[in-house]
C-alpha cells in the first residue's frame, strides 16, 4: 500500500508540469488529493471569492478609503495584493502587518491609512493562515481544527466591531450594513454569516477527520482582543 502511494507521489510530481484538465474537469494533481482534500480545497475557494466580494463592497461603500492608498492604487490592484497566489506576508503601509495583527489598525483612532484595506488584509490574512497558507491540499497536507475555529470566532468579533466602533466624533471608522429609504441592507452581515459557516463547519470535519477535539472559547464580541490562528 505504501509502495503504491509513493509511486503515484512520484507519478504526479513528474507529470504535473506537463498534464492538462480532461473535458470532465478531471486534473492529474487528484490523484494526490483524499475526499477531505478536495472538500477543503472548494471551502478555500467559497471562502477566497466571498472575501472578494466583502473587500469590493466595502470599498464601494467607503471611497474615501481607497484615497487614502498610495498613490496609483486601485481597486484591482488592492485585489491583486491580497488575492494573488503571490500574496505578500506583510504590508508596508500596515507597519508590515498581516493577519490577526493588522486588524487592529482598522479601528484605531490614530490610523491614518486605509482602513478598508487594514481590515480585509487581516481578515484574508487571518483565514489564509487557518488553512496554513494554502491554496489547495494534498495527501500529507493537515489542518488544525483549533484555528478554523478561531477565525470563526475572530469573523463574529470584526462583524461586530465593524457595526459599532465609533471614532471620537461618534461616526463608524468603517460604513457597511446602513438603511436606504427605510430597506436596511445587510449584504455585509450575510456575508459574514457565510463565511463563519464555513470556518465552523471546516473546523467540525477536520476535528471528526482526525478525531480531535475543538477547545471552545467564551470569546465577546466586543472585544478587541482576538484568538490566535
Not at 505578500?88 to 487592529?104: S, T
Request: glycine fraction near 6%; aromatic fraction near 6%.
Amino acid at each position: 500500500m505504501i509502495y503504491r502511494l509513493c509511486a503515484s507521489l512520484l507519478l504526479v510530481a513528474l507529470l504535473s508540469g506537463c498534464a492538462t484538465n480532461s473535458p470532465s474537469g478531471f486534473k492529474l494533481s487528484n490523484l494526490a488529493k483524499t475526499e477531505i482534500d478536495s472538500v477543503t480545497d472548494m471551502h478555500i475557494r467559497e471562502v477566497r471569492k466571498l472575501s472578494q466580494e466583502l473587500m469590493v463592497k466595502l470599498y464601494k461603500r467607503n471611497p474615501r478609503e481607497l484615497a487614502k492608498a498610495p498613490p496609483g492604487t486601485t481597486l484591482e490592484k488592492r485585489i491583486e495584493q491580497l488575492f494573488s497566489n503571490t500574496r505578500a506576508a506583510g504590508f508596508r503601509e500596515l507597519n508590515n502587518q498581516d493577519g490577526v495583527a493588522a486588524m487592529p489598525l482598522a479601528f484605531d483612532e490614530n490610523y491614518q491609512g486605509d482602513r478598508v484595506f487594514a481590515l480585509m488584509a487581516g481578515i484574508s490574512g487571518m483565514l489564509h493562515a487557518s488553512y496554513n497558507h494554502k491554496y489547495e491540499l494534498f495527501i500529507l497536507d493537515e489542518l488544525d481544527q483549533q484555528k478554523l475555529y478561531n477565525s470563526a470566532r475572530n469573523l463574529e468579533a470584526i462583524a461586530w466591531q465593524l457595526n459599532n466602533r465609533r471614532d471620537t466624533g461618534n461616526d463608524l471608522y468603517i460604513l457597511s450594513n446602513g438603511t436606504t429609504n427605510g430597506i436596511r441592507n445587510l449584504s455585509y452581515e450575510r456575508i459574514f454569516g457565510k463565511l463563519i459557516s464555513l470556518q465552523d463547519m471546516m473546523a467540525m470535519l477536520i476535528a471528526d477527520s482526525t478525531n480531535r477535539t475543538i477547545t471552545k472559547v467564551v470569546h465577546s464580541a466586543a472585544s478587541m482582543t482576538l484568538l490566535p490562528i
